[in-house]
């Protein structure tokens, strides 16, 4: 992620941190009307449903995620608060699994309709996008609700004001934006009914944070963060991802 951040800070405009964060926040409002346009002309002017889908996943999958990713780190994590927060370049495999996605329901589904590409419908969009918005909702409870003992990146080092969070969400899920997100990210490619995109995510998905919490509740339990107080915490609380924890 340093690399690839570093690459796109070498040949980014030169505006200062106030001015891109405005300029992708207008991008991102943009998205937004695009999004409610295809859904309104499909509910109300007869539009085909993969218009309707477009419009829903667009606004599921950009609008909602980089907005909310931003809003909800400037408001509790404001040493974290940078046009970074956006998580637009979050990562290289991030854009490549986003792009792919698009092209699979974009070309695959809208464009030359293959036949292994299921058609959407009203209900089956609407359905879906409520899951996924409900998912992604738990990731952001997750976040307001861990405030600044929050972090994108796993933490090696504990610092003076950090907390065990075990109440809210926490006190069930002991990694809930992790299960908000991976819910969410399956989610959306049953909006866009992607078939291979669909399995190459819950693959994907599911090793990324098998990996990831495995070694962070590591550190966790260690005795250079909560110890015993955290190896007792997740014996009373649940992942919620299958075969995780």
């Known amino acids: 992620m340093g690399v690839f951040q570093d690459s796109w800070n070498r040949w980014r405009p030169m505006v200062s941190e106030r001015t891109e964060i405005a300029l992708t926040a207008f991008g991102l409002g943009f998205v937004a009307a695009v999004s409610f346009t295809c859904i309104a002309l499909h509910l109300f002017a007869g539009a085909s449903a993969w218009v309707y889908a477009f419009g829903a996943y667009l606004f599921t999958v950009v609008a909602v995620f980089h907005m909310s990713e931003f809003v909800v780190a400037a408001e509790y994590r404001p040493h974290d ?6 998580m637009i370049f979050h990562s290289p495999a991030f854009l490549i699994a986003n792009g792919v996605a698009w092209f699979e329901f974009v070309v695959c589904g809208c464009w030359l309709r293959l036949s292994y590409h299921p058609e959407p419908t009203t209900a089956s969009v609407t359905f879906f996008t ?3 918005l409900g998912s992604y909702a738990v990731r952001v409870l997750a976040m307001v609700q861990c405030g600044s003992n929050f972090a994108l990146m796993v933490e090696t080092s504990k610092r003076p004001q950090h907390r065990l969070v075990t109440h809210g969400v926490y006190a069930y899920l002991r990694h809930p934006s992790y299960f908000g997100w991976f819910w969410y990210a399956i989610t959306t490619q049953l909006i866009a009914l992607n078939p291979v995109c669909f399995v190459l995510f819950v693959a994907a998905s599911w090793y990324f944070f098998n990996d990831r919490i495995r070694d ?5 339990a260690s005795e250079r963060f909560f110890g015993a107080e955290y190896v ?3 014996k009373r609380t649940s992942v919620g991802i299958p075969w995780i924890g």
């Open 81 to 86: 608060a940078s046009p970074r927060s956006f």
């Open 130 to 132: 409520l899951v996924a």
């Open 216 to 220: 962070e509740e590591a550190i966790l």
């Open 232 to 234: 007792a915490y997740r």
